[in-house]
Every structure is written in C-alpha cells, then in structure tokens.
C-alpha cells in the first residue's frame, strides 16, 4: 500500500468520523431546541394555571378538585413534562450512542496496535521488521537490503581508500586528471 492510499484511507476515516459527530451534534441541537420549546410551553400553561387560580379564589372558590377546567390544566402540564422527559432521555441515548461509537472504534485501534507489536515480535533475532501498512504480511528489513543497490560504481574507476589514521593526508589527484575534468 503506497503513501498515498495511506493518506486516503486515513481522508476517509477522518471524513466518516466528522459526517458521524456532526450528525449526532445535529440530532442532539434539534432535540435541545425541542426541549427548550416544551419548556417554554409548560411555563406558559403554568402562568395560565397560575392566573385561572387566582381569579378564582378571588370570586370566593378554594377547592378545585371538582373542577374540570382545572384537571384540564394539569393534565395539559404533566403531559407536557412527560415529553420533556422524553426529550431528555433522547438527548442521553444519543450520547450513549457515541461513547459506545467510540469505545468500539477506540478498540478497534487497540486491536491493530496489538496486531501490529504481535507482528514486531514473531520476527527472528536480528531481523527490523518494516512497519506494517495494510494487512498483508510484513516484511523483514533483510529481505528489503538484499536487493539491488540504486546506486553502483561506474566500472574501470576504483574509489580511494581512506588513510588508516585519522588525520592522515589524502592522496593527491593527477595533475592530468583534473585538467581533463
């Protein structure tokens, strides 16, 4: 697998992660303006409840049990506190839903690191094992220096010999040979 097939792999993990977090940011902001809404609603219905009472007890009535307009108002109040709830537990599931997304993705890399260090050492002593970049087999360093060098030397020429002490002069070229270059 070449660099760049790493990098677009790497492009398409990053890309699927940021479409799955903005998806689930967009599902959790839609269900938080719901919640604001249904909250902003209970106390509307509260304050309504709330003046219904008081101009009732100002003509003189105090038991409301019997009153069907005022049942009506709890009952309007407490469903509408049971879909906040409902709301809020939805935002929860929507979170849990993404740790639980993350924790599997965490050992997923967990898993290919292990796999990857189980690779590093099932190599014989002495051996560099190459990094492991897809899931074919890797391959041992030694096997890559047996090859071909890039570079050879250009045939006829010998390469000079460094002096044996350090320090030592190097030997003088060839007056011919410079001026031929």
């Given at each position: 697998m070449s660099i760049m097939d790493q990098v677009k792999k790497n492009l398409r993990e990053w890309y699927t992660l940021a479409t799955d977090r903005t998806g689930e940011m967009a599902k959790i902001s839609v269900r938080m303006y719901d919640k604001y809404g249904i909250s902003r609603e209970i106390e509307r219905q509260l304050s309504e409840l709330g003046s219904y009472v008081y101009h009732a007890v100002e003509d003189g009535r105090t038991e409301f049990s019997g009153d069907a307009e005022f049942q009506s108002w709890i009952e309007r109040?407490?469903?509408?506190?049971?879909?906040?709830?409902?709301?809020?537990?939805?935002?929860?599931e929507i979170r849990i839903q993404r740790q639980q997304k993350q924790e599997a993705r965490e050992q997923e890399e967990a898993a290919a690191a292990a796999q990857a260090a189980a690779a590093s050492e099932s190599a014989m002593p002495g051996e560099d094992v190459a990094p492991v970049i897809n899931d074919d087999e890797p391959v041992a360093a030694t096997e890559v220096l047996l090859t071909e060098p890039a570079?050879?030397?250009?045939?006829?020429?010998?390469?000079?010999?460094?002096?044996?002490?350090?320090?030592?002069?190097?030997?003088?070229?060839?007056?011919?040979?410079?001026?031929?270059q």
């Open positions: 109040i407490k469903s509408q506190e049971k879909d906040l709830e409902a709301k809020v537990e939805e935002i929860e570079v050879s030397e250009p045939e006829g020429e010998e390469i000079p010999e460094m002096a044996a002490e350090e320090g030592a002069p190097l030997p003088k070229p060839d007056e011919d040979e410079i001026r031929d």
